[in-house]
């Protein structure tokens, strides 16, 4: 569908994806490790899901845990980059009006329940290590269906305005989105209405849960290495934080790559458009391609899993 004239005031049924306006010509050459990135993703956070699910030794709510995040991963995952994907491959660029909503609500509220796990996850690292003889009637599979149904619960319930309130808004104009996905602020910004109250929701909800979240996860590993540096037992104190070593790693991928991400869109009139662009993508497809990897390799429990896995092949 052509982009609506300027004029028009008929209602906008569809928009067009337009990734990359100022650099077109790497499309192709970047689907090809978006494509890699994306196989890894789906295949390791499905290895690792199955893994947890035959091993009986890994039924145990930190690994219920790990198999959340893994779930969140797939779902981020097959929201964003096959759309990309069709893009880049076959110039799809259409996405319906219901469609595009669709894939915002999913990439704010999935991107909100991934930092409410690893919340939850510091917190159980936090009572194994600080509390450890009362990590069994603490942590047990009643504590994670609470945990998954809070997580689910928050973030749906604050988020889902972000969407709403957009899709309520009048377009009349241009229907030309300068993004590769449905962004809340790309999409706004077609609007003939003001669209003030919209962003400003966006930005206090955001930061409200992902600012609680990094508040509590960096109050829970204070607490840790608080306990760690008093043990005293040789080789005691670096066992106890090799048990939080993945979980920390996760932790950087996901903030790290968010933050940047930030950055760059304060920065927006110092840097290429692009680069916000590129890096949305790939927050979305880079941290779920990684997090199954790190506790494949650091954690020999899941380790072992696998290569049972394997044999059964």
Same mark, same amino acid.
Request: proline share 5%; hydrophobic share 55%; net charge positive.
């Given at each position: 569908?052509?982009?609506?004239?300027?004029?028009?005031?008929?209602?906008?049924?569809?928009?067009?994806?337009?990734?990359?306006?100022?650099?077109?010509?790497?499309?192709?050459?970047?689907?090809?490790?978006?494509?890699?990135?994306?196989?890894?993703? @789906?295949?390791?956070?499905?290895?690792?899901?199955?893994?947890?699910?035959?091993?009986?030794?890994?039924?145990?709510?930190?690994?219920?845990?790990?198999?959340? /995040?893994?779930?969140?991963?797939?779902?981020?995952?097959?929201?964003?980059?096959?759309?990309?994907?069709?893009?880049?491959?076959?110039?799809?660029?259409?996405?319906?009006?219901?469609?595009?909503?669709?894939?915002?609500?999913?990439?704010?509220?999935?991107?909100?329940?991934?930092?409410?796990?690893? @919340?939850?996850?510091?917190?159980?690292?936090?009572?194994?290590?600080?509390?450890?003889?009362?990590?069994?009637?603490?942590?047990?599979?009643?504590?994670?269906?609470?945990?998954?149904?809070?997580?689910?619960?928050?973030?749906? !319930?604050?988020?889902?305005?972000?969407?709403?309130?957009?899709?309520?808004?009048?377009?009349?104009?241009?229907?030309?989105?300068?993004?590769?996905?449905?962004?809340?602020?790309?999409?706004?910004?077609?609007?003939?209405?003001?669209?003030?109250?919209?962003?400003?929701?966006?930005?206090?909800?955001?930061?409200?849960? !992902?600012?609680?979240?990094?508040?509590?996860?960096?109050?829970?590993?204070?607490?840790? /290495?608080?306990?760690?540096?008093?043990?005293?037992?040789?080789?005691?104190?670096?066992?106890?934080?090799?048990?939080?070593?993945?979980?920390?790693?996760?932790?950087?991928?996901?903030?790290?790559?968010?933050?940047?991400?930030?950055?760059?869109?304060?920065?927006?009139?110092?840097?290429?458009?692009?680069?916000?662009?590129?890096?949305?993508?790939?927050?979305?497809?880079?941290?779920?391609?990684?997090?199954?990897?790190?506790?494949?390799?650091?954690?020999?429990?899941? =380790?072992?899993?696998?290569? =049972?896995?394997? =044999?059964?092949?």
């Amino acid at each position: 569908m052509a982009s609506l004239s300027n004029d028009s005031t008929a209602p906008v049924s569809e928009f067009l994806l337009v990734c990359f306006p100022n650099y077109q010509s790497w499309q192709h050459w970047l689907s090809l490790p978006l494509s890699f990135l994306f196989l890894l993703a @789906m295949g390791a956070n499905a290895t690792l899901l199955i893994t947890i699910r035959l091993e009986a030794s890994l039924h145990e709510p930190m690994y219920y845990l790990l198999s959340l /995040l893994s779930l969140l991963d797939m779902v981020l995952c097959l929201t964003v980059i096959p759309k990309v994907l069709a893009i880049f491959w076959f110039d799809l660029r259409a996405i319906s009006f219901s469609a595009c909503f669709l894939q915002m609500f999913i990439m704010n509220c999935f991107l909100g329940m991934e930092s409410c796990t690893f @919340m939850v996850m510091a917190y159980d690292r936090y009572v194994a290590i600080c509390h450890p003889l009362r990590y069994p009637s603490i942590i047990t599979d009643q504590f994670v269906v609470r945990a998954s149904v809070f997580i689910m619960a928050r973030n749906a !319930l604050f988020l889902i305005p972000v969407p709403v309130l957009s899709s309520r808004l009048r377009y009349c104009a241009e229907n030309i989105i300068r993004n590769c996905i449905c962004t809340n602020l790309s999409v706004s910004k077609l609007s003939c209405d003001d669209i003030t109250f919209n962003q400003l929701y966006q930005f206090v909800a955001a930061w409200t849960l !992902l600012g609680s979240d990094l508040i509590l996860i960096v109050l829970s590993y204070s607490f840790i /290495l608080k306990a760690v540096l008093k043990i005293k037992a040789e080789g005691a104190a670096a066992k106890a934080l090799s048990t939080c070593g993945s979980h920390f790693i996760l932790i950087l991928f996901f903030s790290t790559v968010l933050l940047v991400l930030v950055i760059t869109n304060l920065a927006r009139k110092r840097i290429p458009p692009d680069v916000p662009i590129l890096l949305n993508i790939l927050h979305h497809v880079i941290p779920p391609a990684l997090n199954p990897i790190v506790y494949g390799v650091r954690t020999k429990e899941i =380790k072992q899993g696998i290569r =049972k896995l394997l =044999k059964r092949l």
